[in-house]
């Protein structure tokens, strides 16, 4: 741990997935990164979901879990906000490098 209380490792963990998942992943068919899985999720929705809960997991719940006593944590959609959040009209590259963006902050 850090003098903040901050592990390095899961810093580190955070910080390298973006690019352990364009290492296994990049070059691959387009159709191969948006065919949906038995559960509905393909590979890109996989990742667009990693961006998306970063806002929702990453600073509005774990602010809430460290500043409240019993916080109220509250239940998504995960398809409903992949579709808001327009990520089916982004590429597989851009989702990427957007969380690569964020986890770098």
Do not use: C
């Amino acid at each position: 741990m850090t003098s903040d209380g901050i592990d390095p490792v899961a810093l580190a963990i955070l910080r390298t997935t973006p690019t352990v998942l364009r290492t296994l992943l990049g070059g691959l068919p387009a159709g191969t990164l948006t065919r949906a899985n038995p559960e509905g999720w393909s590979i890109k929705d996989i990742v667009a979901h990693l961006l998306d809960a970063e806002g929702i997991a990453f600073t509005e719940r774990i602010r809430r879990i460290v500043e409240e006593e019993q916080p109220f944590i509250h239940s998504i959609d995960p398809p409903a906000r992949l579709r808001q959040g327009g990520y089916a009209a982004r590429t597989f590259d851009d989702v990427l490098d957007s969380l690569t963006g964020q986890r770098a902050e």
